[in-house]
């Protein structure tokens, strides 16, 4: 499979405890993002890299989240001191030029 | 800022009849523009897109869309609508260097096909 591969699948995890999502992205792109989707709303844009460069960060990305991309290949985005509102699918894409290509996301529900 | 707006929610059309879902964006520069369809509890698989040049796109699955520029619209359709369409689309705007190369992403039109 040559898609973009996000692990895990779904998480479940108490309030306050930290949770690490991985993202492998196709090979060759140089680009990746993160998105959140909650009920009943598209995707909103997070952070995006360029290889292992953050380039941009998105409002919604509070201190609490942290994502890094360490030799420009997988990414992982942390989430520290979890809360209910953080429950939302999370996703992964990849580009090499204008065109994303997104994983399965991982669901993540804060009980 | 860009925006996306799909104005409806919900669209629920027989099977075999045809589908149109609209979608208008607004943007500060030539934009790209996409369609991506979900199903439920997984990813976004890309439809169709548009860059520059013929403004009638022919996508996946059967479906196109047209770019047009004076009414900033993007509308997916497809001629016979199939019980496997069932799903939530979402129209997207951007992808460019001037904008971060992210897109935005509007709230989605759930697709419900009725035999």
Not at chain 1, 42 to 68: I, M, V, W
Request: glycine share 10%; net charge neutral; proline share 4%.
């Amino acid at each position: 499979d040559t898609g973009v591969s996000q692990d895990p699948r779904h998480k479940i995890t108490k309030r306050g405890q930290n949770v690490t999502f991985r993202c492998d992205p196709i090979s060759e792109h140089n680009r990746l993002y993160w998105y959140r989707q909650t009920l009943g709303q598209g995707p909103e844009f997070l952070t995006y890299f360029q290889n292992e460069a953050q380039l941009e960060k998105s409002r919604l990305l509070s201190d609490r989240f942290s994502a890094e991309r360490p030799k420009g290949s997988f990414s992982t985005l942390e989430i520290q001191r979890t809360e209910q509102g953080d429950s939302a699918m999370y996703l992964c894409a990849s580009s090499f030029s204008g065109e994303a290509f997104f994983g399965q996301g991982t669901r993540l529900t804060v009980v | 800022a860009q925006s996306v707006t799909q104005p409806d929610i919900h669209i629920t059309v027989s099977e075999g009849a045809s589908l149109e879902l609209r979608c208008n964006y607004s943007y500060g520069a030539t934009p790209y523009l996409f369609w991506y369809v979900q199903s439920p509890g997984q990813g976004l698989q890309l439809l169709l897109k548009y860059f520059s040049g013929d403004t009638l796109v022919q996508g996946i699955k059967g479906f196109e869309a047209e770019f047009k520029r004076s009414q900033s619209s993007f509308n997916l359709r497809k001629p016979s609508v199939h019980w496997s369409d069932a799903a939530e689309y979402f129209c997207a705007v951007g992808g460019t260097m001037e904008y971060g190369n992210k897109l935005v992403f509007g709230a989605g039109t759930i697709l419900r096909v009725k035999s």
